[in-house]
């Protein structure tokens, strides 16, 4: 069964950097679509980035430039790390897997962006 943990999260100023990893297990195909959503308050589920063996992450425009994402087979984790943090990415954020055409979702982690 796959099993997606969050962890990172946390109260930045504006400007800050803040990194999220996600731990998974349970997973036996390489080729899994992984990554990150986010949902602020009042508002619906937005994809952040994506990563898959073989291609290139895929970023929301917003995430362009700021924030990066990883994949770290050893340790079977995801990471996003997050620079130049604004209000407006304040949001629950939320690791995925996406395989064989089920979609699993880690329990989100807060990342609150406030002076």
């Known amino acids: 069964q796959v099993r997606l943990v969050e962890s990172g999260g946390g109260l930045v100023q504006p400007g800050e950097s803040l990194t999220l990893s996600c731990q998974y297990s349970?997973?036996?195909?390489?080729?899994?679509?992984m990554g990150w959503y986010r949902q602020a308050p009042g508002k619906q589920r937005e994809l952040v980035a994506t990563v898959q063996s073989g291609f290139s992450p895929t970023y929301a425009d917003y995430a362009k430039g700021r924030f990066t994402i990883s994949r770290d087979d050893f340790r079977n984790a995801i990471d996003l790390q997050m620079n130049s943090l604004n209000l407006e990415d304040t949001a629950v954020y939320y690791c995925?897997?996406?395989?064989?055409?089920?979609?699993?979702w880690g329990q989100g982690t807060q990342v609150t962006v406030s002076s």
């Open positions: 995925y897997l996406a395989e064989y055409g089920f979609t699993y």
């Open positions: 349970g997973n036996g195909n390489r080729f899994a679509t």
